[in-house]
């Protein structure tokens, strides 16, 4: 009735310039800071969306005006010593994802937040989205029979703006992979077993922050996961992709989740970050028809927003850190099988079904 969430972003590179939008046209969010260790980067954004508050380093922005909400935008390695102290100084936290980059540390968080009485939640937010409703649900009614396997893709040429992309803490598994990780499984339940295999293909690469930097982050990965039951899936992800070998086409969008099932398929239209819709065929229609086709109504920066409304609501949501811990171990488990070739077994679990 009113009241307003108060926000406060830190770094303010190119990923605030989707978040800022998202949360400053919301009624119910007030962003009152913005912080980056380069002052230049945080006025420009506190000027473009009107914040009132600018700090340079994670400390100050604790100790300046108040807020309830930090969006966390660092870099992959800063996640965790940042997280931490919002949590220590008392605030809710949304985690760019992973909200940590070992299982244990993720799990620290979590006990530190209960322990604080306030929360903590990674993206990225795919189960929010209408058309993962749907195949949650369609699998849950039986509809196409048992699932058996299922398959995700995503990849890009990779990026260009910063280098630790490429290092340890980065890679395409961590930046990427981890969208289909957290789908499947949010669709699947949770993984017991997992074997991957991760390859470099170029020795360096050229960022715009730092020159040409030492590529030893995953460039090109397979992971394959049981979840039990002989119910496997695979993802494929990579910065050594085609850039536009999954633009629409001129008919339909071209799939990156794909379930297969005993009595029927589904298929996802678009990135799982920004679906176009889901075609499932089944015994009763074996021609695929297109169901939710609602492109653009579902947002990937929209996590903090989406958490926002539950402080205000106390209405329980569908991102739980339970599954973005599992989601970390499962990518952990992909390098730790490459490392020692061996398929590894998982030890943490979340809440499952997924259901809204």
Not at 148 to 171: D, I, L, N, P, Q
Request: glycine share 10%; net charge neutral.
């Amino acid at each position: 009735a009113g009241r307003k969430v108060k926000v406060g972003l830190i770094v303010c590179g190119n990923v605030s310039g989707s978040y800022l939008p998202n949360l400053t046209r919301q009624p119910f969010i007030e962003v009152v800071s913005v912080c980056d260790i380069i002052p230049e980067r945080a006025e420009k954004r506190a000027r473009e969306f009107k914040v009132p508050n600018v700090y340079p380093n994670i400390d100050e922005m604790l100790k300046g005006a108040p807020f309830e909400l930090l969006v966390n935008t660092t870099s992959m390695p800063s996640h965790h010593p940042v997280n931490e102290k919002a949590l220590k100084a008392g605030r809710h936290v949304w985690s760019e994802k992973p909200m940590a980059l070992e299982v244990k540390e993720a799990q620290a968080l979590l006990a530190l937040a209960r322990k604080q009485g306030v929360h903590i939640w990674p993206a990225p937010t795919c189960v929010t989205s209408a058309q993962f409703q749907f195949m949650a649900e369609t699998i849950a009614s039986g509809r196409i029979g048992k699932v058996t396997a299922a398959h995700g893709t995503y990849g890009h040429g990779g990026v260009s703006w910063s280098g630790w992309f490429y290092e340890k803490g980065g890679g395409s598994l961590y930046d990427l992979g981890v969208y289909n990780v957290t789908t499947l499984t949010g669709l699947l339940g949770p993984v017991k077993e997992v074997v991957g295999m991760t390859a470099v293909l170029n020795p360096t690469r050229k960022v715009e922050d730092r020159g040409e930097v030492k590529v030893t982050a995953d460039e090109n990965t397979m992971l394959i996961m049981h979840h039990g039951g002989g119910v496997l899936s695979h993802v494929q992800t990579g910065f050594v992709y085609f850039d536009n070998y999954r633009l629409p086409g001129r008919d339909r969008r071209l799939y990156t989740i794909d379930v297969t099932a005993t009595k029927g398929a589904m298929h996802l239209q678009g990135w799982d970050w920004g679906p176009a819709g889901v075609d499932l065929a089944h015994e009763e229609e074996h021609v695929l028809e297109t169901h939710v086709a609602e492109p653009g109504r579902y947002d990937w920066v929209g996590g903090a927003t989406y958490v926002a409304e539950q402080l205000l609501t106390g209405k329980p949501g569908l991102i739980t850190p339970e599954h973005g811990i599992h989601v970390l171990e499962v990518m952990n488990a992909c390098h730790e099988s490459q490392r020692t070739g061996r398929r590894v077994s998982l030890e943490t679990t979340f809440p499952w079904p997924i259901a809204g």
